[in-house]
């Protein structure tokens, strides 16, 4: 009977390779395993995508490559979701891109939908197509809430 250790630790080697890329399990044909791994990172951006529209519109055709390099480096949620992911995303981008006004409201929104504990209140103010001032707040047991305040036309 194989070692159960040993078999877990090489799925955990294959698994990571997959999302990572390169450094397979001997045995394994890189080509194909490498084309598998694409497929699941793309996956991955694609349910992102599906979360977080601004932040892809903004990007356009540099979200997937972008979000592929990420994806290599950073593990998904342990709960696989897309909008957790997309937050970590987001927050990495910021520290490389000035995220657009569509995209800081996707993550203002999305920081309050993740956020468990306590209340959460944040602003931000949005330069497009008016300039104006979105209030975010979450309140345990009693849901979240955003308003955006500003001048009309």
Do not use: C, N
């Not at 979360?51 to 979200?63: C, E, H, K, N, T």
């Not at 910021?94 to 006004?101: H, K, Q």
């Amino acid at each position: 009977m194989p070692d159960r250790a040993a078999y877990a630790a090489r799925q955990a080697q294959l698994l990571d390779a997959l999302l990572r890329g390169g450094d397979y399990p001997e045995g394994f044909v890189a080509a194909q395993a490498d084309s598998a791994g694409r497929s699941l990172r793309r996956k991955r951006a694609r349910a992102v995508a599906g979360a977080w529209p601004a932040l892809a519109l903004q990007l356009g055709d540099a979200f997937g490559p972008r979000f592929d390099a990420f994806a290599r480096e950073i593990d998904a949620p342990p709960s696989g979701d897309p909008l957790a992911d997309g937050l970590a995303f987001a927050r990495a981008l910021g520290r490389e891109l000035r995220l657009g006004d569509a995209a800081r409201a996707e993550l203002l929104l999305a920081r309050a939908a993740l956020h468990r504990r306590g209340v959460f209140l944040r602003t931000a103010w949005l330069r497009r197509p008016r300039r104006r001032l979105l209030v975010v707040a979450r309140i345990p047991l009693l849901g979240s809430a955003h308003r955006s305040f500003g001048r009309r036309g």
